[in-house]
């Protein structure tokens, strides 16, 4: 089994800046480096969203046009650690935050892909 835990989520006003971590823990080994990791978002009412992605080495990253240039994530494999900076937030961004490791190939926003998932910690942007 793998664990991941989500921090850093809270009570930002519109404009400000939070930034999101996992760590994962667990039956790892060696092998977190090889596995992709996502983020996603659940507001109230609506379907769960694709945030953004992560490769294993850290390279290649991946988000949908709603958090392009202002969301970044990064990793630390020797910290078995993946974050998610989220700047210029909007109330729309208002959502459960999740982190989740991706199993193989696929879509990235697929949310299906992903086997692990933490328990999520709560963002809230005021207007």
């Known amino acids: 089994q793998v664990q991941l835990v989500e921090s850093g989520g809270g009570l930002v006003q519109a404009g400000g800046s939070l930034r999101l971590s996992c760590v994962a823990s667990?039956?790892?080994?060696?092998?977190?480096?090889?596995?992709?990791m996502g983020w996603f978002r659940q507001a109230p009412g609506k379907e769960r969203e694709f945030v953004g992605a992560i490769t294993g080495n850290g390279v290649g990253t991946v988000y949908p046009d709603s958090v392009l240039g202002r969301f970044t994530i990064s990793r630390d494999n020797a910290k078995r650690m993946v974050s998610l900076q989220m700047n210029s937030l909007k109330p729309e961004d208002t959502a459960v935050y999740y982190c989740a490791r991706k199993n193989g190939d696929g879509d990235s926003a697929d949310y299906t892909r992903y086997d692990f998932w933490g328990p999520g910690t709560q963002v809230t942007v005021s207007s």
């Open positions: 667990g039956r790892l080994y060696s092998t977190y480096a090889m596995y992709s």
